[in-house]
C-alpha cells in the first residue's frame, strides 16, 4: 500500500467511526485525506470497496495482534477464551479513541457483517483453536467451521451492548457468556 492509499483509508477510518459509514461523502474522505476526489476513485471504486479495504486491513492487524496475545497459552479453551477478549479490547479502544455513539457501532457492525471475507479473516484462527481442542481432547467432536460461526454469531450479539456498559458489569457478563460458550462444546 503506497502513502496515497494509506492517506485515504486513515481519512476514511478517522471519518466513518466519527460520522458512519452511510453519512461520509467521498468528498469529504478525500478533502481529509488532502487528495482530489479522483484520486480515490484511482484507488477504489467506490465508498464501500474503501471501507471493505479498511475493514479487511484491520481485520487483519487485530488478528495478528490477537494471536501474539494468545500464543503463550496452550490449552484451546484458553485460546478460545482470550481470543474472544482480546477481540472485543480492540473495538473498545476504537470506541474510546473515537467516541463513537452506540448507533454508529451498530451501523458498522452491520456493514462489517456483510463481507463475507471479513468474517472469513475472523474465524480462521478461531477455526485453528477448535481443531487443536478436538486434538488436545478438550473439546468435543465438531464441524469446526460450524462451531465457529456460531461461536462467532452469539459473540456479536453482545458486543455493541458491552461496548456502552459499566466495565465491572460487563466483564461478569462477558466472562459468563465465554464460558457458557466454552462449556457447551467441551468434551
Partial sequence: MNSTEQKII????????????????VDEIAARAGVGKGTIYNYFSDKEELFKKLALTTSQAVKSHVEQ???PFTQADERVFQRFAREFKFFQSQRA????TKALMEEMFEVCNKMEALMDTKREGLHQDLALGVKQGLFKEMNVEETGQTLVTIWSQFIIKWLYMDEEEMQKEQTAV?????????A
Fill in 10 to 25: 486513515e481519512a476514511a477510518h478517522y471519518l466513518f467511526f466519527h460520522f458512519g459509514f452511510k453519512k461520509t461523502s
Fill in 178 to 186: 465465554l464460558t457458557l460458550m466454552i462449556d457447551g462444546i467441551r
Fill in 97 to 100: 479513541s473515537f467516541g463513537t
Fill in 69 to 71: 496475545e494468545i500464543a
